[in-house]
């Protein structure tokens, strides 16, 4: 059964450094999310991409953060400067039209 | 900005009995309700559906019902197996077109006891 991957599976970064964060969406979806999960929160939308360019983006989604889809599987998420506060499991989820999203198994992000 | 709340943390059922997850939501655009089920260090999984206007739907051991004047959902698991043991997250989008955001509560634990 096709499924949502994401490498890696953890990731440890010093703070002020940047990282990416990769998800191979289901071949055929065509929507693409970033959601996260601080640990004992829940979990959170980040933001959503469809045909080439962010459809909609929470309040979290600042300038340091961005994404990117740079061939035809791939689906990043890149932190430009990481901050503590964002350690978190990172969750990547595709959809098509009218399903239900499927998601991942995540990436934990630990800034140190 | 609680729009979807799951009240109770935890719930412990004997195995066999059914388990019933209950879920609220504040917020009136939500048109599309979803439970989902995650066990540590993996994804959510996908479980079951509605519609809102649909007031139940079946999915084998699965049902979720939908109160929609109440803005309240449940969902039942009968009969309760070991493996149901997982934290359960139900989530709301305001629509199932794709391309919508889900908005999750903050999980149930569930726990089946053998």
């Known amino acids: 059964e096709p499924e949502v991957t994401q490498t890696p599976s953890h990731q440890v970064t010093q703070m002020g450094q940047e990282v990416i964060l990769r998800c191979v969406p289901i071949s055929n979806h065509l929507y693409f999310y970033w959601y996260r999960q601080i640990l004992g929160q829940k979990v959170e939308f980040l933001v959503s991409f469809y045909n080439n360019e962010i459809s909609e983006k929470s309040e979290i989604f600042d300038d340091q953060f961005s994404v990117e889809r740079p061939d035809g599987s791939n689906f990043t998420l890149k932190i430009r400067s990481t901050k503590l506060e964002d350690s978190a499991m990172y969750f990547c989820?595709?959809?098509?039209?009218?399903?239900?999203?499927?998601f991942g198994p995540g990436t934990r992000l630990t800034v140190l | 900005d609680q729009q979807v709340k799951q009240n109770s943390p935890s719930l412990s059922v004997q195995e066999g009995r059914i388990s019933i997850l209950n879920c609220d939501y504040t917020n009136s655009m939500f048109d599309y309700f979803l439970w989902y089920k995650k066990y540590p260090a993996e994804g959510p999984t996908f479980l079951i559906s509605?519609?809102?206007?649909?007031d139940k739907n079946e999915d084998g051991r699965f049902t979720v019902f939908l109160n929609k004047s109440a803005k309240h959902l449940s969902l039942h698991i009968v009969p309760s197996q070991p493996g149901d043991s997982a934290v359960y997250f139900c989530a709301a989008s305001s629509s199932n077109f794709g391309n919508e955001k889900l908005t999750f509560g903050t999980g149930t634990r569930l726990t089946i006891i053998p």
């Open positions: 989820a595709s959809n098509e039209l009218g399903n239900e999203q499927f």
């Open positions: 509605i519609s809102s206007i649909k």
